[in-house]
């Protein structure tokens, strides 16, 4: 039996990203780009190693008892609470059910965790609280179980929210980031963009000709009329939030060893969102959405996936926007309105933090 060095003992204990690169948090780790990809696949994964999570879907997907159960947790801490066309407490509510979506499941029940700092205003608690019921029962999806924290005033920002949810996945039915194949066409449900362009309006009292109002949708009713349409050859499903459409596409063609091509001709994004972004420096394709749906589809099927989309409240705007590649693996490219390439990379920085 051979001894272990006494180093190895205390590998699992060190931390695993660095100090040199980072010694303290930065908000870009929790932006949806390149920092955040370390922060998970360098500390969490390392610690809490197991095949449900190393799928890295937006929620995990479990065998209990010959039923297939779906898990998912977010955490909300967007800034204001309350922006054009929705608040933290819809939001939250939209974002958990979404999150069972993409992992085909049917959405049966949420919980909702609130942390509120002392000093809060109980006029703004009880909106927030009016509106995740008001979006819970919208959705069909009860809010079965909570949790109330206080802590001391200075010690928060207002209000923070968590939401938890469990779904079936109806049988037959396998959504995995990993299943996209060469070949499949990359569909997408409407405008990108929508909801990180209202939450910076308000963040820094810009005016717009037009008013921006976030995205922010359930998408659970469209998903199952794409699932009862297409059935298995529905491959992945990915809301692109943090990060925007540019980082989902780039976790897709990672986990697939595929790469895909874009065609930024076919992105839907509003005349005023495109405005708002080439005044701020920003590319649609990094800004969080709150109402989006990818989809990745065999190709044989993608008129009919299309036209199921388009005759969803929340698709009347769906398009066509891309393919599946056979190379180069983890790469997206974009094909440029005047005709040229571009590699899509993961967003090195934070471009717009506390988003969601």
Same mark, same amino acid.
């Given at each position: 039996?051979?001894?272990?060095?006494?180093?190895?003992?205390?590998?699992?204990?060190?931390?695993?990203?660095?100090?040199?690169?980072?010694?303290?948090?930065?908000?870009?780790?929790?932006?949806?780009?390149?920092?955040?990809?370390?922060?998970?696949?360098?500390?969490?994964?390392?610690?809490?190693?197991?095949?449900?999570?190393?799928?890295?879907? =937006?929620?995990? #997907?479990? %065998?209990? /008892?010959?039923?297939?159960?779906? @898990?998912?947790?977010? $955490?909300? !801490?967007?800034?204001?609470?309350?922006?054009?066309?929705?608040?933290?407490?819809?939001?939250?509510?939209?974002?958990?059910?979404?999150?069972?979506?993409?992992?085909?499941?049917?959405?049966?029940?949420?919980?909702?965790?609130?942390?509120?700092?002392?000093?809060?205003?109980?006029?703004?608690?009880?909106?927030?609280?009016?509106?995740?019921?008001?979006?819970?029962?919208?959705?069909?999806?009860?809010?079965?179980?909570? =949790?109330?924290? #206080?802590? %001391?005033? /200075?010690?928060?920002?207002?209000? @923070?929210?968590?939401? $938890?949810? !469990?779904?079936?996945?109806?049988?037959?039915?396998?959504?995995?980031?990993?299943?996209?194949?060469?070949?499949?066409?990359?569909?997408?449900?409407?405008?990108?963009?929508?909801?990180?362009?209202?939450?910076?309006?308000?963040?820094?009292?810009?005016?717009?000709?037009?008013?921006?109002?976030?995205?922010?949708?359930?998408?659970?009713?469209?998903?199952?009329?794409?699932?009862?349409?297409?059935?298995?050859?529905?491959?992945?499903?990915?809301?692109?939030?943090? /990060?925007?459409?540019?980082?989902?596409?780039?976790?897709?063609?990672?986990?697939?060893?595929?790469?895909?091509?874009?065609?930024?001709?076919?992105?839907?994004?509003?005349?005023?969102?495109?405005?708002?972004?080439?005044?701020?420096?920003?590319?649609?394709?990094?800004?969080?959405?709150?109402?989006?749906?990818?989809?990745?589809?065999?190709?044989?099927?993608?008129?009919?996936?299309?036209?199921?989309?388009?005759?969803?409240?929340?698709?009347?705007?769906?398009?066509?926007?891309?393919?599946?590649?056979?190379?180069?693996?983890?790469?997206?490219?974009?094909?440029?309105?005047?005709?040229?390439?571009?590699?899509?990379?993961?967003?090195?920085?934070?471009?717009?933090?506390?988003?969601?």
């Amino acid at each position: 039996m051979s001894e272990r060095h006494p180093g190895e003992a205390l590998r699992h204990l060190a931390c695993p990203i660095p100090a040199t690169e980072h010694e303290h948090v930065l908000l870009a780790h929790g932006g949806g780009g390149r920092f955040s990809q370390r922060l998970v696949e360098g500390m969490f994964l390392e610690a809490f190693d197991n095949p449900a999570l190393a799928r890295l879907h =937006d929620g995990a #997907v479990l %065998d209990l /008892g010959g039923a297939r159960l779906a @898990f998912s947790t977010d $955490s909300y !801490v967007v800034s204001p609470m309350f922006f054009p066309g929705g608040d933290i407490g819809s939001l939250a509510v939209h974002g958990t059910v979404n999150d069972l979506a993409m992992c085909g499941a049917s959405p049966l029940a949420l919980s909702c965790g609130f942390i509120v700092e002392e000093g809060l205003r109980m006029e703004d608690l009880w909106r927030v609280v009016r509106s995740m019921g008001s979006a819970a029962a919208a959705a069909g999806v009860p809010i079965a179980t909570g =949790d109330t924290k #206080v802590v %001391d005033r /200075g010690k928060g920002d207002g209000l @923070f929210v968590n939401t $938890s949810g !469990v779904g079936l996945v109806p049988k037959g039915i396998s959504i995995d980031p990993a299943r996209a194949r060469p070949g499949d066409v990359v569909l997408i449900n409407g405008p990108i963009a929508d909801h990180g362009i209202a939450i910076l309006s308000v963040r820094e009292g810009l005016e717009f000709e037009t008013a921006i109002v976030t995205d922010s949708a359930p998408l659970h009713r469209l998903v199952a009329r794409l699932l009862d349409a297409l059935g298995d050859d529905v491959h992945v499903l990915r809301d692109p939030t943090r /990060g925007g459409v540019a980082s989902a596409m780039n976790e897709i063609a990672k986990s697939a060893r595929v790469g895909i091509r874009l065609d930024e001709r076919r992105i839907p994004v509003r005349d005023e969102v495109r405005g708002a972004c080439e005044i701020l420096g920003f590319d649609p394709l990094y800004v969080a959405n709150e109402g989006k749906c990818l989809a990745i589809v065999a190709r044989e099927r993608a008129e009919e996936a299309l036209a199921v989309m388009c005759a969803d409240e929340f698709g009347g705007q769906s398009a066509i926007v891309g393919e599946v590649t056979d190379g180069p693996a983890g790469q997206v490219v974009l094909r440029s309105r005047v005709g040229g390439d571009r590699v899509v990379d993961l967003l090195s920085g934070e471009q717009l933090p506390r988003i969601c």
